[in-house]
């Protein structure tokens, strides 16, 4: 062991020395006015060297891609007024590339500008390539279409298949990057590879796939760059997840034993600097549960800890942001996300300041001078909104399924309809009867809505029941709307991450052949809400309200009465599950019976200013408020104050939820 951990530190010391000596021959087409940047490891002393000179971080999470890109600089600045010398994000390559070959670098996805963004604001960047990432974002930041036509292939493996669109990716990423290394004059100090592979080792520990990572890294990047891994802090992950010529670290949570929680990285590293990549500020939510709450005490005197070991540390979350749209991941075995990731975090989801920033912060300014500390952004409280019934969902089909329709004996699941996120309408024909017999598609991926002549029947669900009985006769329609609540990021079961129908479906014991597979987008809503012959819907059935579990669209409109847009939350109180749209901008699912996330947030960047009508889109897969009670009228209420940490059954009663602290949590997964 210890053989191994000197050939480390030689290798290291081996490629800076070349790295030195190229730069002082002028070699090399990186070379510019700021080739005297460095960023390197004193082994010897066990430290980082920045411009030649001893060098400890503290670093701040958040994710650019959580963030409303136009909120970037505001965030970043307040990084700065706690103290942090570093913000460290991770990269979401399926936003990046939502399409084999096609890729995006523009707005909410313009890396390049985040990057100057924190630069600007005086700031260093340790950046998480991955390619996978984890961070509790949909299918680890893989993208979905990797799961097409790919039936036998293990991801962060040396797989061709995985390999092969790995490789692509990179070689675009990676020269978009290498500008803004520290070493060419940006602010990128640390390029982290992969993502606590460790922690995969049941699945794989091949460290032929890291060295591959590894030496492709270093084809684009060059050798100036220091390269990472991050384990969790015991040494059977570091021995999977580390390898040679690449810096191996650690993460565990607030401790006021740091030294002992470094033991594993020092027993790998016997020499170099120690680092903690993610010590957490609160925890990740699951729908059903309560806010995870993170002790302001214990991580000030965790980091504290670490300080006094002359460690470096990273917050993970500093800012935890929103999963918008489609994007909460899930963990094994298949505990959903919400929208909000939170965090508990020293900024909250909306970039407000909290008692644990300030805490922070008094804990930073014994060690430099701070600058002042940013407002935060206004909030306002728009009020209640009217919401009417547009259709059910069958009865809009024709304008929310655009794309052609697929046919196929057995259901096709989402990603063989290259239609990877959101929904999807299953129909089937029958062809015999059937008398008080059993439903089943026990390959539900994640929650159906089964409909027979249109009238709601049943609902299945992966985490529940599978199965109903009901009657069918010859001749009549049994529609399934499936909705994809969102891919595994952790452990595993990534390769069992298939969405929609994934196994046949049977009826008295009889499986259901021919069916048509009709991809939905409720994005089209909005171009036909303004079309005054509404020739898309049925009129009787607008006039009558929901069937319980028919999924069914509503709309409503209002105009801003304040000088310009604000910050505000979505309360959702009284509706029961589902799907919301601003200006057709995607906030992301709200389930506020399950809980703990009652409000959805809503940045002022979506809305529009007076006079022009804002127009939300909800699409209610289960009970709207009017159901609930005889003579309701069905509302949204826009409050300028968040809520999650509660869940509510109705309009008028909103019931907080019991808040775990992060010890109960099992704050580490199981690795």
Aim: net charge neutral.
């Amino acid at each position: 062991m210890m053989t191994e951990r000197l050939h480390l530190q030689m290798r290291f010391l081996l490629s800076f020395l070349v790295a030195v000596i190229c730069v002082n021959q002028a070699c090399g087409d990186e070379l510019n006015s700021s080739s005297n940047r460095s960023f390197t490891i004193d082994f010897d002393n066990d430290t980082f060297l920045k411009d030649g000179k001893p060098f400890v971080y503290i670093s701040g999470g958040m994710h650019y891609f959580r963030v409303p890109h136009y909120y970037w600089k505001d965030r970043l600045n307040k990084l700065v007024a706690a103290g942090m010398d570093a913000v460290q994000t991770y990269v979401a390559w399926n936003l990046h590339e939502p399409l084999p070959g096609v890729y995006d670098f523009k707005g909410q996805q313009d890396i390049a500008k985040f990057l100057t963004t924190a630069q600007d604001a005086g700031l260093l960047v340790i950046l998480r390539v991955g390619p996978y990432i984890c961070a509790e974002w949909e299918y680890g930041g893989l993208p979905a279409w990797l799961l097409s036509d790919n039936e036998t292939m293990t991801v962060r493996t040396v797989d061709k298949k995985y390999l092969k669109a790995v490789d692509r990716w990179l070689s675009v990423f990676l020269p978009l990057v290498k500008p803004y290394l520290y070493s060419n004059g940006g602010p990128v100090i640390m390029v982290q590879v992969e993502n606590e592979y460790g922690s995969y080792r049941a699945i794989s520990c091949s460290h032929d796939y890291i060295a591959h990572l590894r030496d492709t890294f270093r084809s684009y990047l060059g050798n100036d760059i220091l390269l990472f891994t991050t384990d969790g802090n015991a040494l059977e992950l570091l021995k999977c997840g580390a390898i040679d010529g690449v810096y191996g670290t650690v993460d565990f949570g607030p401790t006021p034993d740091a030294k002992a929680a470094f033991a594993p990285m020092r027993q790998w590293n016997p020499k170099g600097p120690l680092v903690n990549g993610e010590c957490y500020t609160g925890w990740l939510d699951y729908w059903g549960g309560g806010h995870a709450h993170g002790s302001t005490r214990d991580l000030i005197v965790g980091l504290q800890a670490i300080r006094d070991l002359n460690a470096s540390v990273n917050m993970y979350m500093f800012e935890g942001g929103t999963s918008f749209g489609y994007m909460n991941g899930a963990d094994p075995t298949f505990s959903i996300c919400p929208t909000s990731y939170d965090y508990d975090a020293p900024l909250t989801e909306s970039g407000d300041i909290t008692d644990k920033y300030m805490a922070i912060r008094n804990m930073m300014s014994k060690y430099k001078v701070l600058p002042d500390v940013p407002p935060n952004i206004p909030k306002y409280a728009y009020g209640a909104v009217t919401m009417s019934r547009v259709g059910s969902v069958l009865s809009l089909l024709s304008i929310l399924s655009t794309s052609s329709v697929l046919k196929s004996i057995y259901p096709l699941n989402m990603e063989q309809a290259n239609h990877f996120y959101g929904f999807v309408l299953y129909r089937h024909v029958l062809t015999n009867s059937f008398s008080s017999s059993v439903f089943q598609a026990l390959g539900i991926r994640d929650r159906g809505y089964v409909l027979i002549d249109g009238f709601p029947r049943g609902v299945l669900d992966r985490n529940g029941a599978n199965s109903f009985n009901a009657n069918g006769y010859p001749g009549q329609t049994v529609d399934i709307i499936v909705e994809n609540q969102g891919r595994l990021n952790y452990g595993g079961q990534i390769n069992d991450n298939k969405k929609g129908l994934i196994s046949n479906v049977t009826f008295g014991g009889k499986v259901l052949t021919n069916w048509e597979m009709h991809p939905l987008d409720f994005s089209n809503v909005f171009e036909h809400l303004n079309d005054r012959t509404l020739k898309f819907r049925n009129h009787k059935d607008t006039d009558r309200l929901q069937f319980p579990n028919e999924p069914t669209v509503y709309k409503g409109e209002f105009v801003l009465q304040t000088d310009k847009p604000y910050d505000t939350f979505l309360q959702m109180c009284g509706w029961f599950k589902g799907q919301a749209f601003i200006n057709g901008f995607n906030l992301g699912r709200y389930w506020p019976i399950r809980g703990p996330q009652v409000t959805l947030y809503v940045p002022a960047g979506v809305l529009y200013e007076s006079p022009n009508p804002n127009v939300i889109v909800l699409v209610e897969l289960e009970h709207s408020p009017s159901m609930a009670k005889s003579g309701n009228v069905d509302y949204v209420q826009f409050v300028d104050k968040p809520i999650i940490n509660s869940r509510c059954y109705n309009s008028a009663s909103v019931e907080k939820i019991y808040t775990p602290s992060v010890n109960e949590y099992g704050r580490q997964r199981i690795k």
